[in-house]
């Protein structure tokens, strides 16, 4: 296949088109139009966007999933990488600063420019419990005025902690264990999960949240899950999850990678966005197990197996592909024993998400394994 061969990927009016062709150069896509009257272009009728036959899979997932990529705020810099971040959410444990040592790794190695570190703290309420039986009354100005100190002694020994992280990263890339990345702080007060939410939808130039997890056998203990598990749940980026066990540290040790398969095209998109992703010197290296969904039978699903196959061994040459039989032990095996687990993240309503919750969800507590989720 020719890479750089152009191919038609939509046609709309002049307007549409400039904002579609904005959008995939925002994402770092090249995008050309086409057929479009140059004396008076906003009267033409069909401009096509044609773009590169290479970036096929990633302009896909920038057009199906628009709540992923906005329109973002314009900046001077012609490298999509130079416009992108990771952000990590950081409690100041163990797990969540390798989390942060981890992504200043993955983005030296071309995934974006720059880190931001996230801490947000809840404050307490502060209001006493108000005895009913008696005429005591409880002086809601004094309760408000104590809250608020509560919440300023709050952000200030967060802050400090922060700077504490700052000072310990910055010492390590100075002596030379990390990778030079510019990265930055932010402090909010909030539940974390809805601090998480509200950064993304916030900042569109995100490209990867990566956050440290609890060992599985810790997670156990959880009774309503985990704020991994509530953001998983929910997020519409790439995430990638780094359990406190494991000893990578960087995207370049990744040799095995299991991906639950569903046959279908966001298998593609998921595949784009890994080799995206990884650093592309380890690509050679890589082995890929693709797992199909419980609910495929083998019978039934041969030719979609066939047609996965080809693409990837004609898209994705450098990597090597097995796709295991309908298996839950194998499928187990293989997970267990892979340096990364992938697979794709749809779009749920809450109570979906509570009755059903996604395999990333189901995954994060069985498994000891990095998971990259894929909004698909």
Known sequence: MDNDRLITLAIHTFDKAAQLKALLELEGVEATLQNVNLSSPVLSAGVRVRIKEGDLPLALRIIENPEIFGPGVAVASNSAAERQSILVPVDFSEKSVAAARLALTVAASGAASRVVLLNSFLVPHTNPLMNLGSSQTVDSAASDADE????????????????KLERLLRAEIKRGNLPAVSFSTVVVQGLPEEAIGQYLKDHREVRLLLMGTRSVIKKSHDLAGSITAEVLNSCRVQALTLPEDSTMTGLNEVKSIAMLSHLEQEDFLMLDAVSRLLPADAAAQIRV???????YSKSTNDAARRALTEYCNEHFPNYSFTIVQHNRSSRRLEIDGADLVVLPSRKKNILARLFNPGAAHRL???????????PV
């Open 289 to 295: 197990i693709c797992m199909p969904n419980d609910r």
């Open 364 to 374: 994060l507590f069985q498994a000891d394994v990095p998971l990259l989720v894929v």
């Open 148 to 163: 608020v100190r509560v919440s300023v002694v709050m952000a200030k020994a967060a802050g400090e902690e922060m700077h």
